[in-house]
């Protein structure tokens, strides 16, 4: 196997496996060993990168994973004489777990995970931090970009949110009556924003992360398996990442270079998932209760639903954003109003409505490079040069940054 195989292989991996075997290993020891849970994990894929560098794949990587995780912690509690509360015996099956373990079982002990990161103990923010740490194991500094924080202070807020989980938490199960509603909103908030890192990557050379969007999706789909869970809400938000997934294959040329929607080539949007993501709204309307994911959904659904880019409907697109923006005032839901209005409306009025948000979010990239785009439009050239190079600068993801550099090559001289 290549490196740069062997290095995508870890990573779907990781992304896949990660939470999998984080949510065993913490269900059959102890939320009290969670630090240890995760680099007994984190140990287990050095050790794959290393050995699978020159030795093949075992035919179940899983369950190698699994083994060598488990065998690691069991190391350690040993080192550490930290063997209350686990018996003897786990150790003696320790090999065959994963192999035992049906897909339900493991679907089962993921659920219960998903819950204990947002165990009511926690505030909000740390329920979110935690979530995207132990299900998705993202970095200290994706999880700083996504929620917009200061690292360090992430950094600080994951290890509170760790200290809880491990002296809070206690047994993992999935909450019942009211308890999993209030639970259940804070679940869908963490879906949501891992799918948005998968959508944009924060830095690396993709643009995507594919797998961390369809983790998402996997994630929201096993709430399913939860009947109190399968709620207008939770079916709208798995609409709305069906839709956007479903234009993964055209957001970039074959070299990796980003194509903006107009440039899509949409034979190659997946039919299947928007299938799937009409599927899901209409069961999403079947429940009287309305909800911000269905707006998302619907937006999402106007662009799937166009053949051409000049088909698309921005008109209806706007009226949607203007609901949405009233019950979702976030600098995000603003910017994409705005966009969608320079579309209907025109540059010029798009500009007014953008300096109106400017206290929110300048010196944000995002809102550097549509400013940098809309003063193109009306072709105030200098404007628009001057956002473009501070957007640039800003820029971690590499394929966005060449994005922008070869726009900036277009423009100057203009």
């Given at each position: 196997m290549s490196e740069i195989s062997l290095t995508r292989t870890l990573d779907h991996l990781f992304r896949h496996e990660y939470s999998k075997l984080v949510a065993l290993l913490t269900n059959r020891y102890s939320a009290a060993m969670i630090d240890l849970i995760e680099d007994a994990v984190q140990e287990a894929l050095y050790k794959a990168a290393k050995m699978w560098s020159y030795k093949p794949m075992p035919d179940n990587p899983s369950a190698w994973l699994y083994r060598v995780a488990s065998n690691q912690l069991i190391d350690q509690l040993r080192r550490e004489k930290k063997s209350v509360g686990w018996e003897e015996t786990k150790e003696e099956k320790t090999e065959d777990v994963m192999l035992e373990l049906d897909e339900d079982s493991i679907n089962d002990e993921q659920l219960k995970m998903i819950f204990a990161c947002c165990h009511p103990s926690m505030k909000a923010q740390e329920q979110l931090m935690l979530s995207l740490k132990l299900l998705c194991g993202l970095s200290v500094k994706e999880i700083a970009r996504a929620l917009l924080?200061?690292?360090?202070?992430?950094?600080?807020?994951?290890?509170?949110?760790?200290?809880?989980?491990?002296?809070?938490?206690?047994?993992?199960?999935?909450?019942?009556?009211?308890?999993?509603?209030?639970?259940?909103?804070?679940?869908?908030?963490?879906?949501?924003?891992l799918f948005n890192e998968g959508y944009k990557a924060t830095e690396g050379e993709k643009l995507?992360?594919?797998?961390?969007?369809?983790?998402?999706?996997?994630?929201?789909?096993?709430?399913?398996n939860e009947e109190s869970c399968n709620t207008g809400e939770l079916n709208a938000l798995i609409s709305m990442m069906l839709f956007k997934a479903a234009r993964f294959?055209?957001?970039?040329?074959?070299?990796?270079?980003?194509?903006?929607?107009?440039?899509?080539?949409?034979?190659l949007?997946?039919?299947?998932?928007?299938?799937?993501?009409?599927?899901f709204l209409q069961r999403s309307s079947q429940f009287p209760k309305?909800?911000?994911?269905?707006?998302?959904?619907?937006?999402?659904?106007?662009?799937?639903n166009a053949k051409t880019y000049e088909d698309t409907n921005w008109t209806q697109i706007l009226r949607l954003y203007d609901v949405l923006v009233i019950?979702?005032?976030?600098?995000?839901?603003?910017?994409?109003?705005?966009?969608?209005l320079s579309k209907v409306e025109g540059a010029e009025a798009a500009i007014k409505h953008l300096e109106e948000i400017e206290p929110e979010v300048e010196?944000?990239?995002?809102?550097?490079?549509?400013?940098?785009?809309?003063?193109?439009?009306?072709?105030?050239?200098?404007?628009?040069?001057?956002?473009?190079?501070?957007?640039?600068?800003?820029?971690?993801?590499?394929?966005?940054?060449?994005?922008?550099?070869?726009?900036?090559?277009?423009?100057?001289?203009?």
């Open positions: 924080k200061n690292e360090e202070a992430t950094k600080k807020a994951i290890t509170r949110a760790k200290h809880k989980f491990k002296t809070e938490v206690g047994e993992l199960k999935v909450p019942s009556g009211e308890a999993i509603k209030e639970s259940l909103n804070a679940v869908m908030q963490v879906i949501y924003l995507m992360k594919n797998d961390i969007s369809e983790e998402a999706i996997r994630l929201a789909i096993l709430l399913l294959p055209a957001r970039t040329d074959k070299d990796g270079n980003l194509l903006t929607l107009e440039h899509q080539d949409r034979s949007w997946r039919a299947d998932y928007i299938q799937w993501g009409w599927n309305r909800s911000i994911y269905q707006l998302e959904a619907a937006i999402a659904s106007y662009y799937s019950h979702k005032p976030s600098p995000v839901v603003k910017m994409s109003r705005i966009v969608v010196g944000k990239q995002s809102f550097e490079a549509l400013r940098a785009d809309l003063y193109a439009q009306v072709e105030n050239w200098d404007k628009a040069r001057f956002h473009l190079s501070i957007a640039i600068r800003q820029a971690q993801n590499i394929a966005e940054r060449r994005f922008l550099e070869e726009k900036l090559l277009k423009w100057i001289g203009k």
